[in-house]
Nanobody
Framework: QVQLAESGGGLVQAGGSLRLSCAAS????????VGWFRQAPGKAREFVAE????????KYADSVKGRFTISRDNAKNTVSLQMNSLNTEDTAVYSC???????????????WGPGTQVTVSS
């Protein structure tokens, strides 16, 4: 099994930045694609970004493209999400998850972290 733990969330003003980290334990992350998802109150969970096993390929939701950057350090067993130019619509609980597939479908992600709250104030 893989245990995931997110960190780096918090309260930030619109236009600001945050860097989220996803740390894995139990097993190496290096054999999984890793995705970030978010869920705002009263809304469905949505895909944010994903990174391939080797880190060569990335994919972003249109709403965050150009503002967010996903990266991974397999030696440290971590994946990060750099979030710039945040706006109030980015407020949500952000979770990282692992997948054996290259997919934006949350149903195909097998291990999930508990999430970290990101709140963007206007």
């Amino acid at each position: 099994q893989v245990q995931l733990a997110e960190s780096g969330g918090g309260l930030v003003q619109a236009g600001g930045s945050l860097r989220l980290s996803c740390a894995a334990s139990g097993r190496t992350l290096s054999t999984y694609a890793v995705g970030w998802f978010r869920q705002a109150p009263g809304k469905a969970r949505e895909f944010v970004a994903e990174i391939s096993v080797g880190g060569v390929n990335t994919k972003y939701a249109d709403s965050v493209k150009g503002r967010f950057t996903i990266s991974r350090d397999n030696a440290k067993n971590t994946v990060s999400l750099q979030m710039n130019s945040l706006n109030t619509e980015d407020t949500a609980v952000y979770s990282c998850a692992t997948s054996l597939f290259w997919t934006t479908d949350a149903a195909h992600y097998n291990y999930w972290g508990p999430g970290t709250q990101v709140t963007v104030s206007s």
